[in-house]
Nanobody
Framework: QVQLLESGGGLVQYGGSLGLSCVASGFTFSDYALDWYRQAPGKERELVSTITRAGDNTVYSASVHGRFTVSRDNVKNTAYLQMRNLKFEDTAVYYC??????RGQGTQVTVSS
């Protein structure tokens, strides 16, 4: 059974840091690139970052470039999104998504003052 399970969300102060994890199971994790998306209330889903299968190439949206870092551990079947210098506009539900495989249920990140 294919599963993607995010964790690590929560409440964080403006300017703070938070790390998300996405644990995959039910498929060969290392065969697929992985995307991190986010969706804020009333807004369209935004592609935040992409990491290649081997983790040797990453892409970031302009809104998070320089603040977020994506990585993966193919032995642990886990992807990570390290977020720093968080802003109010980073508040959203964050999802990991593997194209053609599926998407996790999401984890809420809330940035407060």
């Amino acid at each position: 059974q294919v599963q993607l399970l995010e964790s690590g969300g929560g409440l964080v102060q403006y300017g703070g840091s938070l790390g998300l994890s996405c644990v995959a199971s039910g498929f060969t994790f290392s065969d697929y690139a992985l995307d991190w998306y986010r969706q804020a209330p009333g807004k369209e889903r935004e592609l935040v970052s992409t990491i290649t299968r081997a983790g040797d190439n990453t892409v970031y949206s302009a809104s998070v470039h320089g603040r977020f870092t994506v990585s993966r551990d193919n032995v642990k079947n886990t992807a990570y999104l390290q977020m720093r210098n968080l802003k109010f506009e980073d508040t959203a539900v964050y999802y990991c998504d593997v194209p053609q495989i599926g998407r996790g249920q999401g984890t809420q990140v809330t940035v407060s003052s």
